[in-house]
């Protein structure tokens, strides 16, 4: 059985950079790596947020990453999710301009997704939150998705 992987807006997004700093290239070619490389081996997963995110993205980079994540499947966001990233928000898990990381949390919490990949390392995939997350989602019954980036999940190896 495949794991499964929630991506948020930072994958697409970070697929198609086009800055040409240096860290904005580590991480455009690290996403394009695990994309190419390892995607097979998961079920990915997205969601209409992420959807909504990209919509904002300025042209010629916003049709790139919309058509990325058109063939992947969307998880719903139900009410229940709703009220679970406004708990997240309530606890301090995310600050309040960043409900967006707490909805994606949320969904790959509720659906529970294996790993939330994300290059968001302020708001997700900080270890330093880990343990605030984990406490939070205990007490919600819920699973605790793995929050990592595309760099990190490049070394695992497929098992058949």
């Not at 929630?6 to 697409?12: F, H, K, L, Q, R």
């Not at 970070?14 to 690290?30: G, M, P, Q």
């Not at 790596?33 to 010629?60: D, R």
């Not at 301090?92 to 960043?98: C, D, G, H, I």
Request: charged share 20%.
């Amino acid at each position: 059985m495949k794991q499964k992987v929630y991506i948020e807006t930072s994958i697409p997004s970070f697929y198609h950079e086009n800055r040409t700093d240096v860290a904005a290239l580590a991480r455009r070619n690290w996403t394009r790596q695990w994309w190419e490389q390892k995607q097979h081996i998961y079920e990915i997963y997205s969601s209409e947020a992420v959807y909504q995110e990209l919509v904002l993205t300025p042209e010629p980079k916003r049709q790139k990453c919309l058509n990325f994540i058109q063939p992947i499947e969307y998880l719903t966001i139900t009410d229940e999710i709703l009220e679970i990233a406004e708990i997240y928000v309530k606890h301090k898990l995310m600050p309040v301009n960043a409900a967006g990381d707490a909805l994606h949390l949320a969904i790959a919490s509720f659906y529970q997704c294996h790993f939330l990949v994300t290059w968001n390392c302020k708001h997700l995939a900080n270890a330093n939150k880990a343990g605030h997350i984990r406490r939070v989602n205990s007490t919600l019954g819920l699973y605790v998705p793995l929050l990592t980036t595309p760099l990190e999940l490049l070394g695992v190896k497929e098992y058949e």
